[in-house]
């Protein structure tokens, strides 16, 4: 039990998670979302398996970056099928009637590699604001954004209910980290 709301609190993390990048797709076989939380203050990771998304993004003009990251909350991966399919489930994201986390940046400010990404979250049905710095590399003709924020699972009704919604249980900060990947135009 306590592993499969640990899934799910990653899981929500890594939904409220997306970066700005170029007018192209995100590559998923070379991104990562991936969100922890701690489970009686032991850190518990795993890692999101299917996301897409796109990204228009102009190093000359970070301001003007529009993206937008679906995440299929079904995907949240704990290593193990009994935590996976927990997680999923009514008490955590409610995959059935919420199957996509999905987050929409609107807005990057700062410069260089002193970034910060705005936009929103929705997760559950429930849509929040979000801020967080975002690192972007430019190499090999692909621009690769890099982050990690912090969210609370129970502002997204995420293990709210019964014993879950015991943050001395299972915290309710969730850390989001991720890399994307996208083609430079």
């Not at 409220?16 to 922890?36: N, R, Y």
């Not at 209910?161 to 990947?181: M, N, P, Q, R």
């Amino acid at each position: 039990m306590i592993h499969r709301f640990t899934a799910t609190a990653t899981a929500l993390a890594f939904a409220t998670l997306a970066v700005p990048a170029v007018a192209a797709p995100i590559d998923p076989a070379q991104s990562e979302v991936k969100a922890t939380f701690k489970q009686f203050n032991v850190p518990v990771s795993g890692n999101f398996t299917k996301f897409t998304g796109d990204v228009q993004f102009d190093a000359a003009k970070p301001a003007n970056t529009k993206a937008t990251l679906n995440v299929d909350t079904a995907s949240y991966d704990l290593g193990d099928p009994d935590y996976n399919k927990e997680v999923a489930g009514k008490d955590w994201f409610d995959s059935k009637n919420h199957p996509k986390a999905v987050f929409v940046i609107t807005g990057v400010t700062g410069s260089g590699n002193n970034l910060q990404a705005t936009g929103d979250l929705t997760i559950r049905g429930i849509k929040k604001p979000l801020k967080f710095p975002v690192s972007i590399q430019t190499a090999g003709g692909k621009h690769t954004f890099t982050g990690k924020t912090q969210i609370k699972r129970l502002d997204y009704k995420v293990g709210a209910d019964g014993d879950w919604g015991d943050t001395s249980l299972v915290a309710d900060e969730v850390v989001i980290d991720f890399k994307l990947v996208m083609p430079a135009k």
